[in-house]
């Protein structure tokens, strides 16, 4: 709506009155996969020994988290390293001992199968396990099903105003993404990750473990757009 100059008018005009309100969307929904960190040492007062029981232990829990097939969606290599630790006493760049580690993740949808390989996870030799972190995945129709429930809420809300004036909607003027309108681009509503406290060392843990009772923890999605419409003239 502009003025005879072109200016623009940003509230309307008692003709063409302007509502302008926001729609919001709350849900809790189910994960839909989780995640989990693995470190993998060994130690040892020669490097090669120190990098070949790394190596060893690393092959062992790949082909343990590998070995649940489809269960597991990914599993990334992070980091490695090798340090060595000098001696506290002595002159000289002497070294007591050779550190090496490996950091990895995996990402599993079926959340039985998780439950059981933390647990067998934690009880490989030197290898320490943190997580689940439960998430949705960036296309989950969660996000969707969001943003249509924040646009129904906004076009109830204005009904409800005009409806409180005697008048009714008559077009949409705009529809933006709270997050367009402040940080300038487009964004989605974003599931909230959470951790579940596990976290486990190995330790010399008894074989025939029983798998890990893990409660997935519901994730929140959140939705909000501003709306504005013209509306009929108000009967004041």
Known sequence: MTTGTGTPVPFGTPETPRVAVRGEALLEVDPEIARIGVAVSARGTDRRAALDDLTRRNASVLELIKSYGEAVEKVETGSFSITPEPAKRGRGERVRAYHGRVHLTAALADFTALGELVTRLGD???????GPW?????????????????????????????????AGLVALVELADLEAENA???????GIMHAAGFAAESSGLDKGLPALDLEPQRQTVQAQVNARFTMTPPKL
């Open 124 to 130: 490989q030799e030197l290898t320490r396990v943190d």
């Open 134 to 166: 439960w998430a949705l995945r960036p296309d989950s129709p969660a996000y969707g099903e969001a943003r249509r429930r924040a646009v129904r809420e906004a076009v109830q809300r204005a009904r409800e105003y005009a409806a409180a004036l005697d």
């Open 184 to 190: 300038g681009g487009y964004g989605r509503p974003r």
